[in-house]
């Protein structure tokens, strides 16, 4: 069974930052392609970033570009999403996701495993 556990969510002021965390287990994590989404209270789930196998490509997201950054640790089955001066338009739910494939994935039905997700809010 795969399993992909987030931690790091919390509430932060605006232009303040946070480090969210992905431990990925029974799944072959360092021959994975990543990614994580988000979903805002009434809006769909979106892309936020992905990653190749190793790191050598990233992918993100316009409104994220230069202030988010993607990671990973395949040691430790981990990825990682540091996000620094945070909006309130960033304020949703991020879900680490897990595809078969190596390459970069933009669409949530190119991966098929989902973590619970962890609330992100940002206040004014």
């Known amino acids: 069974q795969v399993q992909l556990v987030e931690s790091g969510g919390g509430l932060v002021q605006t232009g303040g930052s946070l480090r969210l965390s992905c431990v990925a287990s029974?799944?072959?994590?360092?021959?994975?392609?990543m990614g994580w989404f988000r979903q805002a209270p009434g809006k769909e789930r979106e892309i936020v970033g992905s990653i190749t196998w190793m790191g050598g490509s990233t992918y993100y997201a316009d409104s994220v570009k230069g202030r988010f950054t993607i990671s990973r640790d395949n040691d430790k089955n981990t990825l990682y999403l540091q996000m620094v001066d945070l909006k309130p338009e960033d304020t949703a739910v991020y879900y680490c996701?897990?595809?078969?494939?190596?390459?970069?994935?933009?669409?949530?039905?190119?991966?098929?495993?989902w973590g619970q997700g962890t609330q992100v809010t940002v206040s004014s």
């Open positions: 996701a897990g595809r078969v494939l190596r390459n970069i994935g933009i669409k949530s039905s190119d991966f098929p495993y």
């Open positions: 029974g799944l072959s994590f360092s021959t994975s392609g």
